[in-house]
């Protein structure tokens, strides 16, 4: 077992890090910016959710109308990592416990490391960056590939059979939030629930998560979770 044949797909925010406060105010700013809407995010769960996800909530919450949402749309998303990227080096970006031993462990025995996360590419990838996780991920599913999580699955699924001749024989979504254990079992892949964000071990396992782990510390039960 190994090389190419078990693909991990992990979460960013609660999954393998903490304290995304830029992340927050990129949002704020850009709603400000292109709607003239002035809106505090922290009053929606938007724990699993995809950024444009997101942002669309908070334009409807606002009343704007489809057509006025879509004037701008894009151009928000862009000014959102237009900001992220200036600032991220004040961000106090934190690697929970045992990430980076798993993901060395993982990166010896040859499993795929990808991510499936709602951040939009760039601003994972700076995010990682700063607790130098990033290098662990040459690829993945994210918020500015598509709204709805599913299709991240999907879609980096995709990458890791042309990039990396996967053949789709074991796949495994890594996340602390009920959606991420939906998107996985939507695209007929083994998830495990990570209780380090909002949700606790025994929400995540009514979810229908297949593995429950406290953090991600325990190696040894997350190498016989995928088999290995």
Do not use: W
Request: proline share 2%; net charge negative; aromatic share 10%.
């Amino acid at each position: 077992m190994g090389n190419n044949d078990i693909l991990t797909l992990f979460d960013v925010d609660g999954t393998l890090v903490r304290g995304a406060r830029c992340h927050y105010q990129a949002f704020v700013h850009a709603v400000k910016k292109f709607y003239g809407m002035y809106e505090d995010i922290s009053g929606i769960n938007y724990a699993g959710k995809t950024d444009p996800q997101i942002l669309r909530e908070v334009l409807e919450l606002g009343g704007f109308s489809e057509r006025t949402i879509e004037k701008n749309f894009q151009n928000c998303l862009e000014y959102m990592i237009q900001y992220y990227l200036k600032n991220v080096h004040l961000e106090n970006v934190i690697a929970l416990d045992g990430t980076k031993k798993l993901l060395d462990i993982l990166k010896d025995e040859n499993v795929l490391l990808g991510l499936t996360t709602g951040n939009l590419e760039p601003i994972a990838y700076a995010k990682l960056n700063r607790v130098a996780l990033d290098q662990y991920f040459p690829f993945g599913g994210f918020g500015s590939d598509y709204a709805e999580r599913a299709l991240l699955v999907k879609k980096a699924i995709k990458l890791a059979i042309a990039k990396f001749n996967f053949k789709e024989e074991k796949i495994f979504v890594i996340g602390d939030t009920p959606l991420d254990v939906a998107a996985g079992k939507k695209v007929g892949a083994r998830t495990i629930g990570v209780a380090t964000g909002r949700y606790n071990s025994e929400e995540l396992l009514k979810s229908g998560a297949d593995y429950i782990m406290d953090d991600l510390t325990d190696k040894n039960f997350f190498m016989e979770s995928i088999g290995l």
